[in-house]
């Protein structure tokens, strides 16, 4: 009866549901911490683009980290939804890069959730790798200028949410960088 059980922890924490207690705080894994400069990705999007943090300078960003076997990341991504609709009509963009996916897989995994936001692959772990080691769902909030304001690991559909609403709102409120005003 033990092994069961303890094989069910295993999987539960490769998903990300069994967690720090306490997501904000920084653990072995995570290579990033709020207030640092968002590292030097790059991913491609289902439709092409290449998204840099030079290319989302001036937006508030949601990046998130997600696999399409991943369970909490699978429950995460109605609240990903809301957000985009929640903020469509600001300079904000939510992107949620599916680490070690193609983009056909992805662009795969949207559709059938009929999920409207932006979506990258990150086959390699290449821009996954910037960030942590290992765990997912993880989100982060760059703000315009291109730090980070916010950052989570796991996916906690109340707090975590609501925390991630105040990092964009108040990232929003924020002044436009000079460079970017027009």
Known sequence: MLR????????????GLVRAADANKPDDSTLTKVGDAVP????????????????????VVLLNFFATWCGPCNAEMP??????????????VAVSVGREHSIEEVKKFAESKKLTFTFAADPKREAYKLFATQFIPRSYVIDREGKIVFQTMGFDAAEGTKQMVEAIEKALAQPEPAASAK
């Not at 069961?4 to 998903?15: D, G």
């Not at 609240?79 to 009509?89: M, V």
Request: glycine share 4%; aromatic share 6%.
């Open 4 to 15: 069961p059980i303890t094989s069910l922890v295993v999987v539960l924490a490769l998903c």
């Open 40 to 59: 030097r990705f790059s991913v491609q999007t289902v439709d092409g683009q290449t998204l840099t943090p030079e290319s989302l300078k001036g937006k």
């Open 79 to 92: 609240a990903l939804q809301k957000l985009h609709e929640q903020f469509k009509d600001k300079p904000f």
